[in-house]
């Protein structure tokens, strides 16, 4: 049977100290960046891999990041959004050699759980925590547990702290559980996004539209509502004129949600969807009903994506780096991890591209 390659092999070929070859492949400062390349580069010729049940025993890092996505399964298959961000976060954790576990879970509350086991059993350096609420648990739980960090979007206040959760029973040797530490996160400007897809159509003439709004309860939802109201009162327009319905993402309710504004005595001229999916399912209804697009009816959707790009008429959408948005966040959690101050980074600003789906309102159209 072969003899699984030790850290001391490793020291021996590469010419340097073990504690040096701990310090390269374990992430830690006190190697130059062309030594800890050498030790990797030998490391991977030897075909070593950390030894991760080891490793938690004695306090180190157990080498991955965790991600809990509290989502309706049914909205998963749909959506790219997480596809994009995910590509991104991969992209920087593979970098660095840092594994990426990711779970899906049906509400907050095993979200929660889901945490706790693995802060319990070291599985995770650190997480990402995706769709802040209002009021949101997990940042305080976080903070009580010492686990790091980042929130993908601006966090909305944080709940009522939560009892101090008891530490694992000590292990010989081990580390210490870190002290609770305030969140790093990785906003993006729904403000500044909303008030160019304002802009945009209300200087078309526009002045009855509706926002097809995703889950109401996430931080990002509410900001978005309230921003386009916000916009829509410093253009004179009122409640009556310019709302938000909220949905589940899924292209179902967003047809649904379509069917029942077009539906109304004074039907908006334009509407404003939260994710691409929706907006091409938004804009099937419309052809199904004999809305043309854009000549009656005009149409924006919030993520660019494919979809929107050979739709016919091809959607107007916010483009946005959303790979680079899941960079930024992983990036943050291990630099923290490296020791670093939890901070906040601030997303690129999406860009509004004007497509086929927008033109004025027809002429007769009330206000």
Wanted: aromatic share 4%.
């Amino acid at each position: 049977m072969a003899r699984r390659p030790t850290i001391k092999d490793i020291a021996r070929r590469a010419g340097v100290s073990e504690s040096a070859v701990s310090f390269a492949l374990n992430g830690r400062p006190g190697v130059s960046k062309d030594t800890r390349a050498r030790i990797r580069l030998v490391a991977e010729e030897l075909g070593w891999q950390a030894n991760s049940a080891a490793r938690a025993l004695s306090g180190e890092r157990s080498g991955a990041v965790g991600l809990v996505l509290a989502r309706p399964a049914h909205t998963l298959g749909v959506e790219s959004f997480f596809l994009r961000l995910v590509s991104g976060i991969q992209e920087v954790l593979a970098e660095a050699r840092t594994a990426l576990l990711f779970q899906v879970v049906e509400d907050v509350d095993a979200e929660c759980a889901v945490y706790r086991r693995w802060w319990a059993e070291r599985r995770v350096d650190g997480v990402l925590v995706v769709d802040p609420r209002t009021g949101d648990p997990r940042p305080a739980l976080l903070a009580e547990l010492g686990l790091p960090a980042v929130t993908i979007g601006e966090p909305g206040p944080p709940a009522e702290p939560r009892p101090r959760v008891p530490a694992p029973s000590p292990v010989p040797g081990a580390s210490p559980v870190p002290a609770p530490s305030p969140l790093s996160s990785v906003r993006a400007d729904d403000a500044g996004a909303m008030a160019q897809v304002l802009d945009h159509l209300h200087g078309l003439g526009h002045r009855r539209i509706v926002h097809i709004a995703g889950l109401p309860g996430l931080a990002h939802t509410v900001r978005r509502i309230e921003s386009l109201r916000t916009e829509a009162e410093r253009r004179g327009l009122g409640p009556d004129h310019v709302r938000s319905v909220v949905t589940d993402y899924s292209d179902a309710e967003g047809a649904a949600a379509t069917r029942r504004v077009l539906a109304e005595p004074h039907a908006p001229t334009a509407l404003v969807y939260d994710n691409d999916v929706m907006a091409v399912a938004g804009s099937a209804v419309a052809a199904e009903l004999g809305i043309p697009v854009p000549d009656r009816l005009s149409i924006v959707a919030w993520d660019d994506s494919a979809l929107c790009r050979v739709t016919h008429p091809r959607l107007t959408a916010l483009v946005r780096d959303t790979a680079g948005f899941g960079r930024l966040a992983a990036e943050e959690l291990l630099s923290v991890l490296a020791g670093g101050p939890p901070g906040v980074r601030e997303s690129e600003r999406p860009r509004l591209e004007p497509r086929d789906s927008t033109a004025p309102p027809p002429a007769h159209t009330d206000s």
